[in-house]
């Protein structure tokens, strides 16, 4: 359904309009920091094994693996992801832009590299690709019954590190995966990947090391909102209606894009939220998140779904 007002938009040049990297991602306009937010502290372990550290004073994922690495004395390069309260690579508990105040971070760092060759023999590879916010992408979900699932090389947690010998390390997950959408149908084409570091991989078995238990944390009513640009605010933990909201949008993006970002997707319901029609949404998508050129038909979807979730309808 076209909206009237996205006409108005200027015409980007090329330059501009081209798919960007991570800095260049507007988040939500940025409000002061609650006060003591920078000196909040969390637990953290690396994933396959590791004594107990503390990190503070982050606002931004970026900030948070560079504090990861200086406890572990590793290169916050080496951090593929973050899961909240479990060591496993359980993509239903990725770090996004939310963290509870009392959360327990598992660092995933990468470990065994692996090349596979895969004849595209359907239009839809059956991936969907995120990305820790930091310049690593990696697979999310794999679609049962899919091209990708019959391939066993290929894991859930997987960083995709060369598609046919070009490196996209630092490309942001839309990127990642419209190279993949865009690859012909019926040739053959290598993806080199790295998977996280399983515990058997290294001396310390977890076993020797102090955990929380997960069944026993609590994520408080607290969190702490991790912005791209601007600094980290201890904000309350989002209402069940815009909780909702924001799984449904994430849901639309892997529709449209072929990506999950729980980050993206509470942005686009915070750009929502106090806004009277979906060409006022349209606005203020074009203002803040304007280098996805996201289409109509999308923006109206999540107009839709905002609604839904706003009067009870998910």
Not at 28 to 46: D, E, K, V
Not at 98 to 124: M, N, P, S, W, Y
């Amino acid at each position: 359904m076209p909206l009237g007002l996205r006409n108005k938009r200027k015409d980007k040049s090329k330059e501009t309009s081209k798919l960007v990297e991570s800095e260049a991602v507007p988040s939500a306009p940025a409000t002061a920091p609650a006060a003591g937010a920078s000196r909040l502290q969390f637990h953290t372990q690396l994933a396959h094994g590791s004594p107990t550290g503390r990190v503070e004073g982050f606002g931004s994922a970026r900030e948070l693996y560079a504090k990861i690495g200086e406890a572990f004395c590793i290169d916050p390069g080496e951090i593929m992801f973050c899961t909240l309260n479990t060591h496993k690579a359980d993509m239903d508990k990725l770090l996004g832009a939310q963290i509870g105040l009392e959360d327990f971070i598992f660092a995933h760092i990468k470990g065994q590299r692996k090349e596979v060759e895969i004849l595209k023999t359907d239009d839809v590879l059956g991936l969907t690709i995120t990305d820790n916010g930091t310049g690593c992408a990696f697979i999310k979900r794999i679609k049962e019954g899919s091209l990708m699932d019959q391939t066993k090389t290929i894991c859930v947690g997987d960083h995709i590190e060369t598609i046919n010998g070009k490196n996209v390390s630092h490309r942001r997950h839309y990127e990642v995966a419209k190279m993949l959408k865009d690859l012909e149908k019926g040739q053959m084409f290598k993806l080199e990947l790295i998977e996280p570091m399983r515990a058997f991989e290294k001396l310390e078995p977890r076993s020797k090391v102090r955990t929380l238990p997960e069944a026993k944390i609590s994520r408080g009513r607290e969190t702490l909102r991790l912005r791209t640009k601007g600094p980290a605010t201890v904000e309350e933990m989002p209402t069940e209606v815009e909780e909702k909201a924001i799984k449904k949008v994430d849901e639309l993006l892997e529709t449209y894009m072929g990506i999950r970002d729980i980050e993206l997707a509470a942005t686009m319901v915070e750009a929502g939220r106090d806004k009277k029609n979906p060409d006022e949404f349209a606005v203020a998508l074009d203002e803040t998140l304007g280098d996805f050129a996201f289409p109509d038909e999308f923006v109206f979807d999540v107009w839709g779904a905002i609604g839904d979730a706003k009067h009870g309808r998910l």
